[in-house]
């Protein structure tokens, strides 16, 4: 599993690059829907279905403070998860996983936990990954830098990211409590919607 996403407790940060917003199409990596106007927003779900996917081989719903604190934080947010499952922290299990979750219909955004680290059994990225029809690669740069305060160099061994499976935002987080709140509070709640609405968009 991936408890052990060794000091990924709590993500970490690098990144660095404070976007500068603007109008303009692709300033440090901002599209033209990024900032600039309200009407850049009309697109946003904002009641969404959420799954959350906890990849490990030892907990279960019952013991699973991580999947509860992103759980919670997305009720807060009035939010709904529609799906919380324990997947296996088996590469085949995982993309399955995530995969069905694009495709049932009722889930707009997955949220998984745990697997990010850098032991044998840390799968989660690898089978995400593969998935991915677009990349979302501020989402880990900007969890590593929210992390670095709390747990210094010790980013380097998170692995969280993030990207599109069928038009679904999916973003992998580790398996510690801290880091699923970090992730989920900081950056999830606030741009799930809009990353959402946008991804449904491009598909159209």
């Given at each position: 599993m991936s408890d052990h996403d060794h000091g990924e407790r709590h993500g970490a940060g690098d990144d660095g690059h404070r976007r500068d917003d603007g109008d303009g199409g692709h300033h440090h990596g901002h599209d033209d829907h990024d900032h600039g106007g309200d009407d850049h927003h009309h697109h946003d779900v904002d009641d969404?279905?959420?799954?959350?996917?906890?990849?490990s081989s030892t907990r279960d719903v019952d013991d699973d403070p991580a999947g509860d604190a992103i759980a919670e934080l997305l009720h807060e947010a009035g939010h709904s998860v529609s799906v919380r499952r324990v997947v296996d922290d088996d590469y085949d299990e995982i993309q399955t996983a995530v995969s069905r979750m694009a495709d049932r219909g009722d889930v707009d955004v997955t949220v998984t936990t745990g697997g990010t680290g850098v032991t044998p059994d840390d799968r989660t990225v690898e089978a995400t990954a593969q998935l991915f029809g677009k990349t979302l690669p501020g989402f880990g740069?900007?969890?590593?830098?929210?992390?670095?305060?709390?747990?210094?160099?010790?980013?380097?061994?998170?692995?969280?990211?993030?990207?599109?499976?069928?038009?679904?935002?999916?973003?992998?987080?580790p398996g510690s409590e801290n880091a699923a709140r970090l992730g989920t509070a900081e950056i999830i709640v606030p741009e799930a919607p809009h990353l959402t609405g946008l991804a449904r968009r491009d598909a159209e």
């Open positions: 969404l279905e959420a799954a959350v996917l906890t990849i740069e900007l969890f590593r830098r929210l992390s670095y305060d709390e747990i210094g160099t010790k980013v380097v061994g998170t692995r969280a990211t993030a990207g599109i499976v069928d038009g679904m935002p999916t973003f992998c987080l």
